[in-house]
């Protein structure tokens, strides 16, 4: 069963639709078949890296994309990005304000442990 996360506030359909809107932000969504650094997206989509990292910002805050961390033998891990939803509806309501919904997918096992140690990597820093 999806996850669905209805809007009660504007700020959460504004940083939804201000992500979309965003032709940078698309072309890095659309990249996004698997997870990828920062690095590697703005060499895929031929972003600058300054402009990648802010990209990115904005699709995290919107909780379009999600931070994970990728675990490197050699002991230098790398952040790693990936799309968290399927679909974005947008609705109007009853008493007609709008609603965004972000549907997310079930996550593996292996899914949430990544999201948890991300969480505990952004807590200890």
Do not use: N
């Not at 790398?78 to 304000?97: G, N």
Request: negative net charge; charged residues 35%.
């Amino acid at each position: 069963m999806a996850r669905d996360r209805s809007a009660e506030e504007s700020g959460e359909l504004l940083s939804v639709l201000d992500a979309l809107d965003d032709a940078d932000a698309r072309a890095i969504i659309r990249a996004l078949a698997e997870p990828m650094t920062a690095s590697e997206l703005s060499d895929e989509c031929e972003i600058p890296l300054s402009t990648t990292y802010r990209k990115l910002d904005l699709l995290t805050e919107a909780d379009l994309l999600t931070e994970g961390t990728e675990i490197r033998a050699d002991g230098h891990h790398t952040t790693t990005y990936e799309v968290t939803f399927d679909e974005v509806r947008i609705e109007l309501t009853e008493d007609r304000k709008l609603d965004v919904e972000v549907v997310q997918p079930d996550q593996s096992p292996d899914q949430q442990l990544a999201d948890i140690w991300s969480a505990v990597r952004r807590e200890t820093k």
